[in-house]
């Protein structure tokens, strides 16, 4: 089953499987976490080539440079994330924000709008990541379970 609000996603069980390559010893940890980060990056990049398109359609101007910013962290579990927007904004946005809070802004106002019009999306716009995030999960999921899986089998692990 899938869990999650926002943009998270989560599986159940997928903890105790976790918990259990922390059983492996010194170099067979090592070395499953390698396999298991490899595999997650894999599947990271599945979803961060699906990022594009989905900014295409999006009604928020900023968001193709928002999905051209995001990365894959090297992780157990599949993270895309999106860092910072480079900018050619200077000065400040309010009294007291800086550039720094204005990447923010732009990265997180093309999926839930913003305080500021400049970044703003069109009013009852659903985003462009919420909208996608179960059809990735579907793509992603499978994949990711399947790997636990066959590495669980290939270190003798139950969770």
């Known amino acids: 089953m899938v869990n999650g609000a926002g943009l998270n996603i989560s599986i159940d069980g ?6 259990s390559f922390g059983q492996l010893e010194g170099e067979l940890r ?22 594009g398109p989905a900014a295409l359609e ?15 962290k090297s992780d157990r579990y599949v993270v895309v994330r999106v ?7 200077s000065g400040t946005v309010g009294r007291s924000r800086g550039r720094a809070y204005v990447k923010y802004q732009i990265g997180w106002a093309t999926e839930t709008g913003s ?8 009013t009852g716009s659903p985003g462009w990541i919420r909208p996608n995030r179960d059809r990735w999960a579907k793509l992603a999921i499978p994949l990711y379970t399947k790997a ?6 290939k270190y003798g692990l139950r969770p």
């Open 115 to 122: 305080s500021y019009p400049q970044f703003r999306t069109p």
């Open 30 to 51: 090592k070395n499953a976490n390698g396999e298991l980060r490899a595999a997650s990056n894999k599947i990271g990049r599945l979803i961060l080539g699906q990022l």
């Open 148 to 153: 636990i899986g066959d590495l669980m089998t």
């Open 58 to 72: 999006a009604s928020a101007p900023q968001a193709l440079k928002v999905a051209g910013a995001a990365r894959i």
């Open 14 to 19: 997928i903890d105790a499987c976790m918990r």
């Open 83 to 89: 860092p910072q927007v480079n900018t050619k904004l």
